[in-house]
């Protein structure tokens, strides 16, 4: 017997892999777009030279390895120093101010990927003479991504871009001095990482573990569907203290979240946002 529609058949075989997945490993990737979830799966059974996804399941949950592999080709793990510079510009202006204001500040970086934008953080902070009484709590799903962010070691090559990045950002000193070069590579200095904290955090899945004066999540809930971005702001929104401070990607806002209302925005078009009491 023939099925009449194989694109229902995709669909059937995607929900079980992802159910499999959750239920044995604990990673959620239910609520995510379905689309975006179909290409990577289609990208992932090329490189495993696997015919259908049912055979990727098969093989996943047998297979630790392949698991590890799926994970570095599901998550999208782009991110640059300084991405979307006007961005930091905005919060060395607008959002450091009001941070001036508090004995000691927590910051969540949820779904923090290699780590690029967590340094980006930690040197603006330095600048302004704010990171001594800051703790950055930066987390991610995929425990691969988080050991490079926590070696912060990047490739040399990617400096002088990163290098115009930190100076549209408003960067006040020499971007070569936050890093050592060797063999190929920009190894950041130790002192960024004083206060950083880098766990295992799953915004499908897990809860709350603080009050934050400032979150950022950037470039994250684009990929996922609408019912797991309204649970990630509610969680948001239970994590940010009164006026906290929530920072967005650029193609994300808060329009037609149960929050909406809940936050002012601090500059039009930059995605930073203050909660409201």
């Not at 998550?75 to 640059?80: C, E």
């Not at 691969?144 to 090559?157: D, E, F, H």
Request: charged share 20%.
């Amino acid at each position: 017997m023939t099925p009449s529609n194989p694109n229902a058949l995709e669909d059937i075989e995607v929900q079980l892999l992802l159910e499999g997945i959750y239920r044995y490993y604990g990673f959620d990737f239910r609520g995510y777009a379905p689309s975006s979830m179909k290409r990577r799966i289609r990208k992932i059974m090329s490189t495993e030279m696997l015919p259908t996804i049912s055979a990727l399941q098969d093989k996943i949950l047998h297979d630790a390895a392949c698991m590890e592999r799926f994970l570095l080709g599901l998550t999208v793990n782009v991110t640059s120093m300084f991405r979307d510079p006007s961005f930091f510009l905005s919060f060395r202006l607008r959002v450091v101010p009001l941070l001036r204001t508090y004995p000691f500040i927590r910051i969540w970086h949820a779904g923090c990927s290699t780590g690029q934008e967590v340094y980006s953080m930690a040197i603006l902070l330095q600048e302004e003479g704010l990171y001594h009484r800051c703790r950055i709590y930066a987390t991610d799903m995929n425990e691969l991504v988080l050991q490079k962010a926590k070696q912060g070691i990047y490739a040399l090559n990617l400096m002088q871009e990163y290098t115009q990045l930190y100076l549209k950002a408003g960067g006040k000193r020499s971007f070569s001095e936050y890093y050592t070069a060797g063999y190929g590579n920009a190894i950041f200095r130790g002192s960024l990482k004083e206060n950083i904290v880098f766990s295992q955090h799953n915004l499908a899945t897990d809860s709350s573990f603080n009050e934050f004066n400032v979150i950022l999540c950037r470039n994250v809930l684009i990929y996922f569907d609408r019912t797991l971005q309204q649970r990630v702001h509610q969680l948001f929104y239970d994590s940010l203290c009164s006026f906290g401070i929530l920072g967005l990607g650029r193609r994300e806002s808060l329009k037609l979240t149960p929050h909406e209302q809940s936050y002012e925005e601090l500059i039009k078009g930059e995605r930073l946002y203050r909660r409201l009491n």
